[in-house]
């Protein structure tokens, strides 16, 4: 998108207000912030280049253990005794501030935005204690807000081969947004509230009320997919065939026919007792998380369960594959890593807990091809997360609650908020000078 980025310099002088002066002698308190990114190259280096966390600081400092991460979203594998999972859990949770480091603090001094900027008169200033900016952090940057929307947007997808972005928001529309001008370039109401939007190739998927709209993008072709009882909470595509997470708990698939370019029903996956509102799909397995507080695992070849998990007290809101973990969110107010046993089985191996209940989880890398987990909650913010070691590295603030996230194209990736607000978001190749070193 053509979109204008000036909201960095501000954000950085918000920043720079509550991280602690730094003379020579608290400099070198200081944990070498490249050292910590594994890429420091001045010798000597006026920073701490050790494990030990600097006196005042309580919780480790230590180097984030990052992924073996080739990309590749795989899903949970069973560990032999060479394979890189077996030693993979215990690097989880390694790194973590402890909420102590110098973003840490910045972030719990300024966790609200400030509402007379937002609404343009804030006669403060600088002096103001609230932040003036949508976000507090590194590597990353604001670009601009999408607006249209009347109600909380439920998905954002980039179909392959169009130079548009489609949104689908609970005030029953789909909006239409040109991606070099950024402007909206149409709209249409689909006569029920959305519950759900993915793009798959050219298609586009918008999941309503008893039914499922179908776009292709590219050759114009609209089908509507009937078979739903209640919301379309969730969708997600493995194996050719398109799966809907519905309000009765039953999870319905379609088939797609290449030669006819449409889709026929499949299969109907039955066990959840509540709404299934988040899927994913990773080796071989569909993995789905519903209202009833389970993790149901299923097999693409047979649409069998093979395991449920019953280790969330909550709504498990979204499900995540990265490299051979499972990763997934709750209402609980927590986010639990699953490993592969020997037999096959998942089992828990690392729970990080939030204030806040968890909305939605997206991984992604960021400039420097890191993983990075973006943690949407209940607050009406995103944390955004070193994988796997959890630590902190920045956050984005939002009217309401966020409820989508999508990745696009050249470090670009999109929120959608409560209050019905696209915000566009860009991973930068240098880090903006704020004071951690």
Request: proline content about 3%; aromatic content about 10%; glycine content about 12%.
């Amino acid at each position: 998108m053509d979109l204008d980025n000036g909201d960095r310099d501000g954000n950085r002088k918000v920043y720079q207000r509550f991280v602690p002066a730094s003379g020579a002698a608290g400099r070198q308190q200081k944990v070498c912030y490249h050292w910590l990114a594994g890429r420091c190259n001045r010798f000597p280096c006026q920073f701490l280049h050790s494990d030990q966390a600097p006196t005042g600081i309580n919780g480790s400092s230590k180097r984030a253990q990052h992924f073996p991460d080739d990309g590749n979203f795989q899903g949970p594998v069973r560990r032999g005794p060479n394979s890189v999972g077996q030693a993979g859990p215990s690097k989880w949770g390694r790194g973590r501030g402890g909420g102590s480091t110098g973003l840490t603090q910045a972030l719990r001094k300024t966790e609200k935005v400030c509402n007379y900027w937002v609404g343009g008169h804030c006669t403060y200033g600088e002096r103001c204690r609230y932040l003036h900016s949508w976000f507090v952090g590194e590597s990353f940057t604001f670009l601009t807000s999408l607006e249209g929307h009347q109600k909380a947007i439920s998905g954002i997808a980039l179909p392959s081969g169009s130079d548009k972005l489609y949104s689908g928001s609970k005030d029953e529309s789909v909006r239409v947004w040109d991606c070099q001008s950024g402007r909206c370039a149409g709209a249409f109401n689909l006569g029920g509230e959305i519950g759900c939007m993915i793009s798959e190739g050219p298609w586009v998927f918008v999941g309503i009320p008893n039914s499922i709209k179908a776009w292709n993008t590219q050759i114009n072709t609209e089908l509507s997919l009937t078979g739903p009882a209640g919301q379309v909470y969730s969708m997600i595509v493995g194996n050719e065939m398109l799966f809907a997470g519905v309000q009765d708990g039953s999870i319905l698939a379609w088939k797609f026919i290449a030669a006819t370019n449409c889709f026929e029903p499949a299969a109907s996956l039955n066990g959840h007792n509540l709404a299934v509102v988040s899927m994913i799909v990773g080796t071989n397995r569909l993995y789905s998380g519903s209202m009833d507080t389970t993790i149901k695992v299923w097999d693409l070849a047979t649409l069998q369960c093979l395991q449920t998990l019953t280790d969330h007290t909550s709504v498990v809101m979204s499900v995540l594959c990265w490299d051979q973990f499972l990763v997934s969110a709750s209402l609980d107010q927590t986010i639990k890593v699953w490993a592969a046993t020997e037999t096959g089985n998942l089992e828990v191996t690392f729970t990080h807990s939030e204030e806040h209940g968890v909305l939605t989880l997206c991984g992604m890398h960021d400039a420097q091809a890191k993983p990075v987990l973006l943690c949407a909650c209940n607050d009406n913010s995103v944390r955004l997360y070193d994988l796997p070691s959890f630590a902190e590295r920045g956050k984005l603030f939002s009217k309401e609650e966020v409820r989508a996230i999508q990745i696009g194209p050249g470090g670009l990736f999109f929120t959608g908020d409560g209050a019905g607000q696209v915000k566009v978001w860009k991973w930068i190749e240098q880090a903006n000078n704020i004071g951690l070193e």
